[in-house]
């Protein structure tokens, strides 16, 4: 017999693949809201055209539902159409969860809804915990709005923020730098002394499975406790897979390439986010260090 049911929403993604197989890893069942038709009693079409809003009953039960939708933001360049695509591949489900959930009242589960670090912009003076405002921009006030469509959901529901940073994962920000790195290109971007907030895809998911477990509720962030600049990390790469790290990457020449905000949000950004709610409740990460966390991802 199952321990309980999960609802996952952004399933076949990275960090939704891998939620999805701790879950079963651990006995629960896991109902996917999938985009296509169905393939058996464990997934439920929604978001098409011929759908409809989605039915609360889907949720009722379960332990949690996981809202994990949104196109890349690592697709360039950001366009005004694609940007219309970033917004709308995230408030749209997050919304028709939300007025799910709202309908369920008292008997809602809990609502794990992913953000991003990117809440508080893309360059902060000193750490920034949960409790920080956000900052100014188009990522900004995405994650505001993103935020806002789930706590929709009801004064009362109960409601978990994942204010995400980029996963450590060959399939995740580490992707391009892996390749650049095998080809000698690797080095410092944009002087190399920014911090960028990372996680490991193993705390990604045990962070998520903590907040669920717990029924924790309220902003996270996801990120690892010990600050890394962009060196190195980039050094840490480079030593693991045995390359240099010599060939720097201007700022300018960054931003030129893939456009302003892109790179600030996501190359050039400097950020000390602290994981500081995950700690205080008691989580222990796997991967405390960029070091730990690129040696697992490159196993």
Known sequence: MAKGTIVVAGASGLIG????????????????????????????????????????EVLRGALAVVGLNGASIGKFPWTKAYRRVLRSSRLEPT?????????????????????????YGTTVPGPVDEQSLPGDGFLPELCVDWEAAARSSGKDARVALLRTSPVIHRDGVLKPLILLTKLGLGGPIAGGKQVWPIISLADEV?????????????????????PASSNELGRWLAKGLRRPYFAPAPGFAVKLVIGREPA????????????????????????????????????
């Open 206 to 226: 045990g962070a998520i499975r903590h907040i669920i477990d717990h029924q924790l509720t309220g902003p996270f962030n996801l990120v690892a406790p010990v």
């Open 264 to 299: 600030e949000a996501l190359l050039t950004c400097d950020v000390t986010a602290v994981p500081q709610r995950l700690l205080d409740s008691g989580y222990v990460f796997r991967h405390p260090t960029v070091r730990e966390a690129v040696a697992a991802a490159l196993r």
């Open 17 to 56: 693949s891998a939620l999805r197989r701790s879950f079963l890893e651990d006995d629960y069942r896991v109902i996917q809201l999938v985009r296509r038709q169905p393939h058996g009693p464990d997934e439920v079409a929604w978001l098409r055209a011929e759908d409809g809003p989605l039915d609360p």
């Open 95 to 119: 919304q028709q969860l939300a007025d799910a959930i709202r309908a369920l009242g008292a008997d809602a589960p809990l609502f794990v809804s992913a953000s991003a670090v990117g809440y």
